[in-house]
């Protein structure tokens, strides 16, 4: 029976779309569906009209049909190097975590606590790359000095990092503090 429905809806449609006499609500009853009146209602009358305003809803209200391209999903991931106890681990850190974060989940035990970027309990000297530390605490002078805090250090070039004990890093920033 479908497909004596399909061809008779088919025929019809070839003949009534021209002439514009059938409506989809009676199109869909050829098919036996079933459809609450309030969605026939919101239907377009012609659908064979070239009228997209009436076909398609505004755009901001539509939802996408598929997942963008993955790459605009993959962040770029750097080279980073850090120096720890005597040992330099490489890790790869994709640019929106932090470093500390990234050795953390490598099994690194680096010093840390509030993972603010306030309590200075994660410095590091950069030797070399660039990090954004925006986030963190330390003065504009320390910075400019490569220092860093892990735990608020995003890379943003490939780099190697030297951890640093806590004192000499309390004692540049309470040194430019007073400047």
Do not use: W
């Amino acid at each position: 029976h479908p497909q004596a429905n399909l061809e008779a809806l088919s025929s019809s449609h070839s003949r009534t779309t021209q002439s514009g006499a059938h409506t989809l609500a009676e199109a869909m009853a050829t098919l036996r569906f079933t459809v609450p009146p309030s969605t026939i209602s919101t239907l377009p009358r012609k659908p064979h009209s070239t009228n997209l305003h009436t076909l398609c809803p505004e755009p901001s209200s539509r939802r996408p049909r598929f997942s963008p391209p993955l790459t605009s999903l993959v962040c770029n991931a750097y080279k980073v190097v850090i120096e720890h106890e005597g040992q330099a681990t490489e890790l790869q850190v994709e640019e929106d975590e932090t470093i500390l974060s990234k050795a953390l989940e490598s099994g690194m035990s680096i010093p840390h606590d509030c993972k603010l970027g306030v309590c200075m309990t994660c410095p590091a000297k950069l030797l070399s790359g660039s990090v954004d530390q925006s986030d963190g605490m330390l003065s504009d002078d320390v910075v400019e000095r490569g220092y860093a805090l892990l735990c608020a250090a995003y890379p943003r070039s490939d780099c190697t990092i030297r951890t640093i004990p806590e004192e000499e890093l309390l004692s540049l920033q309470l040194a430019t503090a007073n400047d």
